[in-house]
């Protein structure tokens, strides 16, 4: 093989190297480690792009073709394979801090008093025009007892709530694409999940009730449309359901089937 080109650095000579495979002309580094090792001396000409001897005229040409071209410092300015890969890293890294600065702003907030009380009972902080993450006081007590998390979008991922309103959150919901798609409740807040729910594209699908303090019963009810269609329970907390309950258009109890057994709490 033939020397091509002669690099002061592994870089150079890979940016060359790979401006030739382009032009579908294969050919290797040599040298590349040599830099790094020869001490105080200047590392010049020491990293060569080769390739075969039949491909030395083309090669050339290619390389002669693109120092060529100006790299705005003056008219006729060679543009070396080191600047280009310098310029490109520089935008690159311009290019991702605009990013960052697009989607990690200051964030402000903003409070909305809806009962007119003198007190919000909402408050939203955004980073730009995105919310961020909101607070809601739904009972009016000057207490947050939801807490909505939003991606970089915008769209919710998650939502902690107090719903008995005693200052623990014991509800979690999770979003996929923005809409609601579990929901996980410890009700007696002994670290154990009693209550879960299942969302199929934002609407109710799935509830499953677990006994509390130890019970180890359970019950699941079905839904279609939000509407309870029939409901599975285990009894004697065995792990099998074995009374099923299902369920008129009112959602009252209109069949059940079964062992004779207490009627599901």
Do not use: C
Request: charged share 30%.
């Amino acid at each position: 093989m033939k020397s091509v080109y002669e690099a002061s650095t592994a870089l150079d000579a890979h940016m060359i190297l790979n401006l030739l495979e382009q032009e579908g002309i294969r050919g290797r580094v040599d040298g590349e480690y040599l830099p790094g090792g020869v001490g105080e001396l200047q590392a010049i000409n020491l990293v060569r792009v080769m390739v075969d001897e039949t491909d030395y005229e083309p090669a050339r040409r290619i390389i002669r073709e693109w120092e060529a071209i100006p790299a705005g410092g003056g008219e006729g300015a060679g543009r070396t394979p080191f600047g280009a890969m310098a310029g490109f890293l520089f935008g690159l890294v311009i290019g991702a801090g605009l990013v960052f600065w697009a989607y990690d702003t200051p964030a402000t907030r903003r409070a909305v008093d809806r009962n007119g009380d003198g007190r919000p009972e909402v408050r939203r902080d955004y980073r730009g025009n995105r919310p961020g993450r909101t607070e809601e006081d739904r009972n009016a007590d000057g207490r947050a007892d939801s807490v909505h998390h939003y991606d970089r979008s915008g769209l919710p991922v998650a939502v902690d709530r107090d719903d008995d309103f005693d200052g623990v959150y014991e509800t979690h919901v999770s979003y996929r694409d923005g809409l609601p798609s579990d929901l996980a409740s410890d009700l007696d807040q002994d670290g154990i999940v009693d209550y879960r729910a299942r969302f199929r594209y934002g609407i109710l699908d799935e509830v499953t009730i677990l006994g509390q303090h130890g019970d180890t019963r359970r019950k699941r009810q079905h839904f279609r449309m939000g509407k309870p269609v029939f409901a599975e329970y285990d009894s004697d907390g065995d792990g099998r359901f074995d009374i099923r309950y299902e369920y008129d258009g009112f959602g009252q109890v209109n069949r059940r089937s079964g062992i004779a057994a207490e009627s599901p709490r």
